[in-house]
């Protein structure tokens, strides 16, 4: 089946402006998760939604990143008066996750390429 | 403070020549470990998920393992195509529940011919 998408694949943006990232989970995986990797840093988590809900946003690393999910499926993470330092791969990724506190494999989208100007 | 340090950072290997790479953590409790494959411009590709100390999986030229500190991802007789970056990620257990990954910084393999 498909697997997770994300759009764009590429955003190329001025400092200041606002930036949309796009994620469509897997088919009836109900957990989701973004994660940001920069340039020689690992995978660092931003935030993880169980169906609409996210129980836990401690990664976001500033008020000017904010993230939705609706009707338990697509997720758009927002960046405001993006910063040189906003410059990443943002990944999403999603997971069964039936029940909360199980283990599932979290399967990854191919990223948006994110460069600030 | 949940921590994973691989090592090495780089892994140059010619064909054939088996090796393994190291995955070391910290975490107040376990709930799973993970490896992932990572090739240039995409996601992270899933590889295996270890649970408790002492447990191995096998996957092609693929093994990993685990103890209470560290886990070893060991390639026999490795081929160019397993060039890539590997990744090693814990799944901490949480009050809250939180699915969150944390990963370590990855290890670049490259397999010459």
New interface residues.
């Given amino acids: 089946g498909a697997g997770v998408s994300q759009s764009p694949s590429n955003k190329v943006t001025e400092k200041g402006k606002d930036v949309e990232l796009r994620c469509d989970p897997i088919s009836g995986h109900t957990a989701l998760y973004w994660y940001r990797q920069s340039l020689g840093q690992g995978l660092e988590f931003l935030i993880y939604f169980q169906g609409n809900s996210a129980p836990d946003k401690s990664g976001l690393p500033s008020d000017r990143f904010s993230a939705e999910r609706t009707g338990g499926s697509v997720s758009t993470l927002t960046i405001q008066r993006t910063q040189q330092e906003d410059s990443a791969v943002y990944l999403c990724a999603s997971s069964l996750a039936l029940r909360q506190g199980r283990t599932d494999t979290q399967y990854f989208g191919p990223g948006t390429r994110l460069t600030v100007l | 403070e949940d921590q994973?340090t691989q090592s090495p950072e780089a892994l140059r290997l010619q064909e054939g020549e088996s090796s393994s790479l190291n995955c070391s953590y910290t975490v107040s409790g376990l709930?799973?470990l993970?490896w992932?494959r990572q090739d240039p411009?995409?996601?992270?590709?899933?590889l295996f998920?270890l649970?408790s100390a002492g447990e191995e999986k096998e996957k092609e030229r693929l093994k990993a393992t685990l103890t209470k500190k560290e886990s070893f991802l060991h390639i026999t007789a490795p081929k160019p195509e397993d060039s890539a970056t590997y990744?090693c990620?814990v799944?901490p257990i949480?009050q809250?529940?939180?699915?969150?990954?944390?990963?370590?910084?990855?290890t670049k393999l490259t397999v010459n011919p």
């Avoid at chain 2, 809250?96 to 990855?106: A, D, R």
């Fill in positions: 994973v709930r799973g993970f992932y411009g995409k996601g992270p590709e899933f998920t649970y990744l990620a799944q949480t809250g529940g939180s699915e969150k990954l944390v990963f370590g910084k990855g």
